[in-house]
């Protein structure tokens, strides 16, 4: 497989709720490291799994709306725990949908699968992969 990885951040705040949680319970803030991986089993004519520029500014848009937010108070986020799980696969949708759009330089159907990847620190990360 061949894989191109992007990478930007977020800074969010967010609460969770059950006691599993301890004080993360509490509303609290937290900088994440978002990677998306772009998974292909070939290359295309041009030799790339996707244009990397697009890439990025694909990322960044997906992550612009959550960063500096308080994921509380985001409508499509009532009710959920906005862990760094969750986050994965919310992000990963975000791009799905922007592959099956064309905004990668590259046909969704010659991708074969898309990893987000959120560290929240140097010894604790998550990631989410699925096939297109």
């Known amino acids: ?60 848009a997906t992550l612009k709306p959550l960063n500096y937010s308080n994921l509380d108070d985001r409508a499509e986020f009532k009710g959920m725990n906005t862990t760094t799980e969750f986050l994965t696969k919310y992000i990963f949708d975000q791009l799905a949908l922007a592959a099956r759009a064309g905004q990668l330089g590259r046909e969704s159907k010659e991708l074969h699968a898309i990893r987000v990847t959120i560290s929240e620190s140097h010894v604790a990360r998550a990631w989410y992969e699925a096939a297109l």
């Open 1 to 60: 497989m061949f894989t191109v990885e992007v990478r930007d951040h977020i800074m969010i705040a967010h609460s969770f709720r059950g006691a599993v949680f301890g004080p993360a319970q509490a509303l609290h803030g937290a900088t994440f490291v978002v990677d998306a991986a772009f998974i292909s089993k070939t290359l295309d004519s041009n030799g790339i799994v996707v244009d990397i520029g697009c890439a990025l500014d694909v990322l960044k």
